[in-house]
């Protein structure tokens, strides 16, 4: 995530889900979550939610698998067949074109740089995201501007994939993209639609999420349910997410769960960082941050830490709400055992009593570091109490490289 596109297809990307948060890594039942369970906290229901379908993301992410996503290449081989025999020869070339420069070149994810930067305006048909291709500046860029990575001159270097994007998006659409869509699969995104809703409406995540970071948050969350998302869980902009039909709706609460939490902190704050100086030092947090797989992305200790954060975060909220997986298997298992800090500060937020009572998360973790709770020994103290020590000890300066 470096060059030319980054904030807009690339940098506003680190909102998409990696491959690491995938229904394999996201754990848990595959069970329907039980409505009974209580939904708030004070007794108010105060998340509204929406379930819909779109089919212009499912346009933007079936191009980014066909342009090369070894990822979807496997899940998907029939339908990326389809484009590649019934889309005309410059259109393949301008998909091509897409996925060397995105996911080749500055190696972002190509299906969701792409919905992040087109859910700045309507993508409920191919229509509507030809129209923004057309005209970025004009239905994209206000939007855009809201994001506090907004960069103009970044937006302006965006720009000029667009002419690219378009003839892939009006080749999609001259093969007759929405007809083949709608005979083989609005129904599955429409029963999606309404399992989805009708599960995750009990759940009040929202009020959950701002007892725990200490401010008011937009009581609204939006599911696209989408046909071409897999593998991947797909933050798009403001509190919405892109999600696969056939997934269950557990997936889908732990991804809104999860991703409204980021970030949970200031990741400017000096302050914080200056109080993290010793964890950042210590030989096994070099040893997390430097050697665990890099598809799995968190290449910066800042990274890891706000990852941590918010998967500490969205633990509480699911023990609460009750659709949570185990903390152990969570963190034994996800991205390789990297997450050592999100066990070590969901063990100290339930021994400090933050877990219950809430407050300013970014206040409480400062505080946590003046009180020794998160030193270098403390983290890897708690976190073996969550994991276990054989996963703790594979980091550090005696890790072993197969």
């Known amino acids: ?65 066909a342009g090369g996503d ?163 869980g797909i933050r798009i902009m403001g509190q919405r997410f892109v999600a696969y039909q056939g997934w269950s709706p557990a997936i889908q609460l732990r991804v809104a769960a999860h991703e409204i939490f980021h970030p949970p902190f200031d990741p400017n704050d000096a302050d914080l960082f200056a109080q993290l100086a010793n964890l950042e030092s210590d030989p096994w947090m070099i040893s997390i941050v430097e050697d665990h797989d890099p598809q799995y992305g968190y290449r910066t200790f800042s990274g890891v830490i706000n990852e941590g954060s918010t998967q500490a975060l969205d633990q509480i909220v699911a023990d609460r709400l009750g659709f949570a997986q185990d903390p152990g298997e969570r963190w034994r298992n996800s991205d390789g055992g990297m997450h050592m800090f999100a066990a070590a500060a969901y063990h100290a937020m339930i021994e400090d009593g933050f877990a219950e009572t809430g407050g300013v998360y970014s206040d409480w973790l400062k505080s946590a570091l003046e009180r020794g709770l998160l030193s270098p020994e403390e983290t890897r103290r708690r976190a073996a109490e969550i994991v276990g020590q054989e996963t703790v000890d594979q980091w550090g300066p005696h890790r072993s490289v197969e």
């Open 1 to 65: 995530m470096k060059r030319l596109l980054v904030p807009c297809l690339a940098v506003l990307a680190l909102a998409a889900c990696s491959p690491s948060e995938t229904p394999e890594t996201a754990h848990g039942s595959s069970a329907a979550p039980d409505p009974g369970i209580p939904t708030d906290r004070d007794g108010v229901m105060t998340t509204q939610w929406s379930v819909t379908r779109a089919e212009g993301m499912d346009a933007i992410l079936l191009i980014g698998a």
């Open 70 to 232: 070894v990822m979807q290449a496997d899940i998907y081989p029939d339908e990326i067949a389809w484009v590649r025999e019934n889309v005309s020869a410059e259109g393949l070339a301008a998909i091509d074109a897409i996925d060397q420069r995105l996911r080749q070149e500055i190696g972002v994810l190509t299906g969701p740089s792409m919905a992040y930067f087109f859910s700045a305006n309507d993508v409920g048909s191919l229509e509507d995201v030809i129209a923004s291709a057309r005209d970025p500046r004009g239905r994209l860029m206000p939007a855009l501007m809201t994001s506090p990575h907004w960069d103009e001159q970044q937006f302006a270097s965006a720009e000029r994939l667009m002419p690219t994007l378009l003839t892939a998006f009006e080749a999609l659409q001259a093969a007759g993209f929405s007809d083949w869509y709608e005979d083989n699969f609005a129904a599955g995104v429409q029963a999606g639609i309404a399992t989805n809703l009708a599960a995750v409406s009990p759940y009040d995540l929202i009020s959950e999420q701002a007892n725990l970071l200490g401010r008011e948050l937009d009581p609204q969350i939006e599911i696209l349910i989408a046909n071409f998302s897999q593998p991947y």
